[in-house]
């Protein structure tokens, strides 16, 4: 019985590594599917330092200065030059326009 036994053991044993060898194939996987993200820094850019501030000084103004012909205090301004007061009296008696048409609107300053 004993052999049976034995016999019987190594049945088994061959059935199991027969059907291991049976069961063995070739397996093809497709896995189609989505990616991990990923994350990738940007690269560095580099940017320049802004150009200083430009001012700029206003142009000249050229021209001849705007003068009144007229009393300018205690003188008067005939055009051509300044006279004192008793000078402008002594050399232009009164009656005549000697300021050519030219008003001083009133700023004689209470000399006529």
Excluded: T
Excluded at 16 to 22: D, F, I, P, R, Y
């Amino acid at each position: 019985m004993k052999s049976a036994r034995v016999v019987s053991l190594l049945i088994g044993a061959l059935a199991v590594g027969v059907s291991g060898v049976a069961m063995a194939g070739v397996s093809v996987g497709v896995n189609i599917g989505i990616p991990a993200p990923v994350y990738v820094a940007p690269a560095p850019v580099y940017a320049p330092p802004p150009p200083p501030p430009v001012v700029y000084q206003p142009a000249p103004v050229y021209g001849a200065p705007a003068i009144v012909i007229g009393w300018h205090g205690d003188r008067y301004y005939d055009g051509h030059r300044y006279w004192a007061r008793d000078d402008w009296y002594r050399h232009h008696p009164p009656g005549r326009d000697y300021n050519h048409g030219h008003h001083d609107n009133g700023h004689h300053n209470g000399w006529h």
